[in-house]
């Protein structure tokens, strides 16, 4: 394997790990900042109402994006899978 492919493989693995972890992410960010400035609007401090509604938007968003997530986690997979037949020649 030359160095430009491991470099390449390496590149794949983290954007298709930023695009699979991204809506998630972002989802828990925007609705963790908008239940915090609910709760002190309201003072209410109370933990489990802010992870609950995370945990709620971030399961709505998995449920949106879902699909689109597994093909493309399936079509990474077999492009590297299929790329094995290359780094071994």
């Given at each position: 394997m030359t160095v430009e492919g491991a470099l390449e493989l390496l590149q794949n693995?983290?954007?298709?790990?930023?695009?699979?972890?991204?809506?998630?992410?972002?989802?828990?960010?925007?609705?963790?900042?908008?239940?915090?400035?609910?709760?002190?609007?309201?003072?209410?401090?109370?933990?489990?109402?802010?992870?609950?509604?995370?945990?709620?938007?971030?399961?709505?968003?998995?449920?949106?994006?879902?699909?689109?997530?597994?093909?493309?986690?399936?079509?990474?997979?077999?492009?590297?899978?299929?790329?094995?037949?290359?780094?071994?020649?």
């Amino acid at each position: 394997m030359t160095v430009e492919g491991a470099l390449e493989l390496l590149q794949n693995a983290m954007l298709i790990a930023a695009e699979l972890a991204g809506p998630a992410i972002l989802t828990a960010l925007l609705v963790g900042v908008f239940a915090g400035v609910m709760q002190t609007v309201t003072q209410v401090n109370e933990a489990s109402v802010s992870f609950v509604l995370k945990l709620i938007a971030v399961c709505v968003a998995f449920a949106a994006v879902g699909s689109h997530m597994m093909s493309r986690s399936v079509d990474y997979t077999r492009r590297t899978i299929g790329g094995i037949a290359d780094v071994v020649r």
